[in-house]
């Protein structure tokens, strides 16, 4: 297992001078060692905050269009965000929730980022009516299957699973320990064991050690707290001491 990576999700919160001075407090202060910190802002703060963060964090963008360029008005390209991120988050369930993203869209957005060379963080789980049914594996199959359908096989160990309940995230709630265990094996045994695999869905500094020893886990995808940059550090802190 290499570094955990921890992700902030920043979402749609934020203005230009708040992510600044978040960022400015985070590089003062950030001093672990054995965990790699990735920001997601906003697509209009990752110049100015990747100026501030330098080589201290990576960067991900929280989407982009499965185009290249051209006429596609409001939309960002790979291109666009590839001079300051390493990693972009797609299919987020807010996005197939609220912007109707389709599986087969998330996999078309997962080869355009793969072709520009950077790391999709692919979002996947189940609605809170999936779960009561007994459904998870079935929506988690569809999810992934769709990805690999269009990913050549060869391109598998490049891919990063996020594993988020949508009843998860923003709730308080999570699942136990055992069930999020059996989720990330179901996940790394449809992937053939390839890839990277994170947690997402009401993380925070109270959690994060319970989580995080799931040895079979990667990291953390992290929303509201990571908007906290006390907190955020703080789960850091959590990760580093873990897996030293
Ligand atoms: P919360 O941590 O706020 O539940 O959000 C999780 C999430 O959606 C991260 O992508």
Redesign the pocket.
């Known amino acids: 297992m290499g570094k955990p990576l921890i992700?902030a999700?920043w979402?749609m919160n934020f203005s230009v001078l708040e992510a600044e001075s978040f960022a400015e407090f985070f590089v003062k202060n950030f001093t672990v060692s054995n965990v790699e910190p990735v920001i997601a802002p906003s697509f209009v703060f990752l110049q100015s905050v990747s100026s501030i963060f330098k080589s201290k964090v990576s960067l991900a963008a929280q989407n982009v269009s499965e185009k290249s360029k051209g006429s596609f008005t409001g939309e960002v390209s790979v291109d666009m965000v590839k001079p300051f991120c390493k990693y972009v988050?797609v299919g987020?369930?807010?996005r197939r929730q609220f912007f109707s993203e389709s599986n087969v869209l998330v996999a078309e957005k997962t080869l355009t980022i793969l072709s520009a060379g950077l790391i999709p963080v692919i979002?996947v789980g189940e609605s809170a009516d999936d779960h009561k049914w007994g459904k998870r594996d079935s929506v988690l199959l569809d999810q992934i299957q769709a990805v690999l359908k269009k990913v050549p096989q060869l391109d598998w160990s490049k891919l990063i699973f996020?594993y988020?309940p949508v009843w998860?995230?923003?709730?308080g709630q999570t699942p136990s320990v055992p069930e999020i265990e059996d989720a990330v094996s179901f996940i790394q045994k449809i992937t053939l064991n390839h890839q990277q695999v994170l947690y997402?869905?009401?993380?925070?500094s109270k959690n994060a050690k319970e989580i995080l020893s799931i040895s079979l886990l990667s990291g953390l995808?992290?929303?509201?707290?990571?908007l906290n940059v006390k907190e955020f550090l703080e789960i850091l802190r959590i990760a580093s001491n873990l897996r030293k």
């Open positions: 992700i999700n979402k988050l987020h369930s807010e979002c996020a988020e998860a995230i923003g709730s997402g869905g009401s993380v925070s995808l992290v929303g509201s707290a990571s």
